[in-house]
């Protein structure tokens, strides 16, 4: 029989008929040896075998979970992606810290659950709302849907919210909501929580609520189909002005707010057109877990 000729890998390789050793994918399945460029080649099998590459898997994946002493080694395949597609039920690309890097449209970003640094987390029972200096209370403007940044550093789920009457005024009622946050103020209506009665004093609580916020910032509203008077963060603090900026650098105690004939369950869609007023105690909105 005539030897064989083959190109791998670029390589001229001739295979002697009738000398078996090896195995290689000519012959038809029979071992040879193997001649390159007139050496004989003769490994033993059992050293040659492990080097071999056995069925390589195009679209493996790894596990976030590190095991000692195992490499998953990814390979591109033109049958098959060689990265791995992200999904809302496949992980991305890679958890680093506990944050998992994904890609969309061939940019990679953080999908990040937390922001710890802002704040340290919540407690059930405690009430949050935003941070201020100072406290205070004002009567509210009927028809005036106010707003205040609120910040969550994780994915937190709120079941209660609720706003503080330091004076009722009979008849009346208070809307309670939440918004999206576009560049420091309010945007889209995220939940309406409903109504709390305000003709007396106290705080008044809505209960067994799902309010599913996202990491970052979001804004809690009131609005009041009347005039009574809720706890509010003092004219003198500052802290609003931080985070809305000032209308005027001579002020402080900044208001953000718009006009919205109240509803009950009707908040809008969309806040109203914003309204910056200083020198305002800002009413503020609770939640809890």
Avoid at 5 to 26: E, F, H, N, W, Y
Avoid at 217 to 232: E, M
Wanted: charged letters at 10%.
């Amino acid at each position: 029989m005539s030897d064989q000729s083959q190109m791998i890998r670029g390589l001229r390789v001739s295979i002697p008929s009738g000398k078996l050793i090896g195995r290689t994918a000519a012959g038809h399945g029979q071992p040879h040896l193997i001649d390159i460029h007139g050496q004989i080649i003769q490994p033993v099998v059992n050293q040659i075998t492990p080097k071999l590459a056995v069925g390589a898997n195009p679209t493996a994946t790894a596990s976030d979970v590190a095991v000692n002493g195992t490499a998953t080694t990814f390979m591109r395949s033109d049958a098959a992606p060689a990265v791995q597609k992200c999904s809302s039920s496949v992980f991305g690309l890679a958890k680093v810290d506990g944050t998992t890097i994904t890609a969309s449209g061939g940019v990679i970003s953080s999908n990040a659950t937390s922001s710890p640094a802002f704040h340290p987390g919540y407690q059930s029972g405690q009430y949050y709302s935003t941070p201020t200096e100072n406290t205070s209370f004002t009567a509210l403007t009927a028809n005036i849907l106010y707003a205040t940044p609120f910040y969550v550093p994780q994915a937190t789920t709120f079941t209660k919210i609720s706003c503080q009457v330091i004076s009722g005024a009979a008849g009346t009622h208070c809307e309670l909501g939440i918004y999206s946050n576009s560049n420091g103020v309010p945007h889209s209506l995220e939940y309406d929580c409903g109504n709390v009665a305000t003709a007396t004093t106290g705080n008044k609580e809505i209960t067994g609520l799902s309010l599913a916020l996202s990491a970052g910032w979001h804004f809690l509203v009131v609005a009041s189909d009347g005039a009574p008077t809720l706890y509010c963060a003092n004219t003198t603090s500052n802290l609003m002005n931080f985070l809305l900026g000032y209308d005027d650098p001579s002020g402080v105690g900044l208001e953000i707010s718009g006009s919205w004939t109240y509803s009950t369950g009707n908040l809008p869609a969309t806040f109203p057109t914003i309204s910056y007023t200083h020198n305002k105690s800002v009413p503020m909105v609770f939640l809890r877990l």
